[in-house]
């Protein structure tokens, strides 16, 4: 199956209240587009774990193996792909090339076990520039940093 997501993050303030959202979509084989809207809101956080958990939870959401084209306005993610940043984090035991921890990285371990079973091709698209889904990725994300359901950043050390 082949499935399009495209992700954001949010944070009022960095850190503050934060929120991720994401959009999924996938055409079955009659042409039927299908879309799914995920997001949630954290008390705490900072801008780049909520772009992390957008596309974790975007792709823990996927039930079996699939192609997935992943569209994000974060250098951050994408070019941790792209750039091999991630290959380097794990030769090196989560350090980064001035041999410090890596940020994030319960966040990368995570996002490595989602996107395990599938085919991911990351691409970076600019943010606030009239995308369609990334727009509605925004609104998903800042509306979630803005609700009343914030969860616990476990994770988020700041």
């Known amino acids: 199956m082949n ?32 879309q799914k809207e995920l997001s949630q809101g954290y008390r705490c956080t900072t801008n780049n774990r909520m772009e992390l958990l957008g596309v974790i939870v975007a792709l823990e959401a996927l039930k079996r193996p699939c192609k997935v084209t992943l569209y994000s306005d974060s250098q951050y993610v994408v070019n941790a792909f792209n750039k091999n940043w991630i290959a380097g984090w794990l030769k090196r035991g989560w350090k980064n090339a001035q041999k410090e921890p890596v940020k994030n990285s319960d966040l990368w371990k995570r996002l490595l076990k989602a996107k395990e079973p599938h085919d991911v091709t990351f691409n970076w698209v600019k943010g606030h520039a009239g995308h369609p889904e990334n727009e509605r990725c925004d609104q998903l994300a800042t509306a979630a940093a803005d609700g009343g359901d914030l969860l616990v950043d476990e994770g988020f050390a700041g």
């Open 3 to 34: 499935v399009t997501i495209f992700t954001d993050g949010a944070s009022r303030g960095n850190p503050g209240p934060g929120g991720y959202g994401a959009v999924l979509q996938f055409v079955d084989s009659t042409g039927h587009l299908h």
